[in-house]
């Protein structure tokens, strides 16, 4: 589509052309300035684009189209999980008895939906193998920063406050580093070895008395298990820090290892990504923090318990970090993951784990003989090609991304994780069928081809989009919002 076909809005303005008829004024305009002050009466009509009802209705949903989403297209961003959606979660969101209630409501009036929300921190509890969850953060880099203030108490509450570091490994997700910082930790690296894995001589080497806690990243940003947890875990405990699980990507595990069973002392969660929560665009999420009974004490107050077969808030925790978001948490998306644990069932959310591992696996073994594969290992939910040998012919790893949108995917994650050069992580996720993932596979393996006989055509990419390459420093720098007639 050119911008021929799609005329800006304000170009189809025809005057007097309305699209929508506001009722009579029932109020003298005299009183109107009087209660609405001076200063913001409208002296100059806005100017607004005179339009009829149709083709406002066809600008918006010609927009609509132009983004890329789960409902329109194969999705494979690593370290994103970008799953479907299922319909029936919006189905139950939407029950009035969920969408109509009020966060100032008194509990007594919303016992069924403090109900599903206690009722989802128990499966959390269940799922992740920790003591207690809290709802209330945000989003996974909110639930990190949680996490880490509740390590900070602990540490503080000992009188041990020279524990002023953050081990991230480098291959955890960039939010971690972050979120260490943010928390008012160092964040200090340890490297991987040349499998991809915590390097655990580098590991000892960092370790020691101003160790707040590892956090650890699992499945790691290369999709690899990591396979030596006991190890770490001991190393940590034995210098007196604390173990931080980021359990964003949990349909790598799920049904099949707990973090609590790991020694982990706080994880959070992403339901958001692996429990069907719509995301992109910015949320809303929702990242769940999992704890031992250790650091109980230092949840997010107000802590939703029950009590004598009543749900209730429980504010009075004296060692609580305090709230860490207004009213409860986004509950709309605790609606949905809650919905989808009880669609899938125990078994059901295994298969989640198997089918997502298998997925990427069978994906990474039809593509590694065009594509380097930096660690040629059993992977998890997700896995990382360089695009190394593209590159000696002059197409680069974001020339094949770009490549990617002719085809009507949304292209991997590019550039990331750091360790790898020209790195393309793809996550098919479990939802997909075989016959996308092949056709997604062979875009893929015509694009090599046409790097080694036509380079051009793929550093040329996109050419069936509205707009081809951008300045995308400029675009995100600079954006242009609004029309402004020529
Ligand atoms: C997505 C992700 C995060 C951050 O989650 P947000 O909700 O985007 O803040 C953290 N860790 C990992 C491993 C992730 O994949």
Known sequence: MTNQDFPLIFELSQESRTGFSLPEFDIPESDVDDMIGDEFVRTKDAELPEVSELQIMRHYTALSKRNHGVDSGFYPLGSCTMKYNPKMNEDVARLTGFSHIHPYQAPETIQGALGLMYDLQESLV??????????????????????????????????????????????????????????????????????????????????DHQTAALMLTNPNTLGLFEENILEMAAIIHEAGGKLYYDGANLNAILGYARPGDMGFDVVHLNLHKTFTGPHGGGGPGSGPVGVTEEFAPYLPAPLLVKEKGQYVFDDDRPDSIGRVKPYYGNFGINVRAYTYIRTMGPEGLKKVSEYAVLNANYMMRRLQDEFDLPFDQHCKHEFVLSGKRQKKLGVRTLDIAKRLLDFGYHPPTIYFPINVEEALMVEPTETESKETLDAFIDAMIQISNEAKEDPEKVQDAPHTTIVSRMDETLAARKPVLSYTKE
């Open 126 to 207: 269940n799922i992740t193998g920790m003591n207690t969850v809290t709802l209330q953060p945000a989003a996974g880099a909110h639930g990190e920063w949680t996490g880490l203030m509740m390590i900070r108490a602990f540490h503080e509450a000992n009188g041990d406050f020279d524990r002023t570091k953050v081990i991230v490994p480098d291959s955890a997700h960039g939010t971690n580093p972050a979120s260490a910082t943010v928390a008012g930790f160092e964040a200090v690296t340890v490297k991987s070895d040349e499998r991809g894995l915590v390097d655990l001589e580098d590991l000892k080497r960092v370790v």
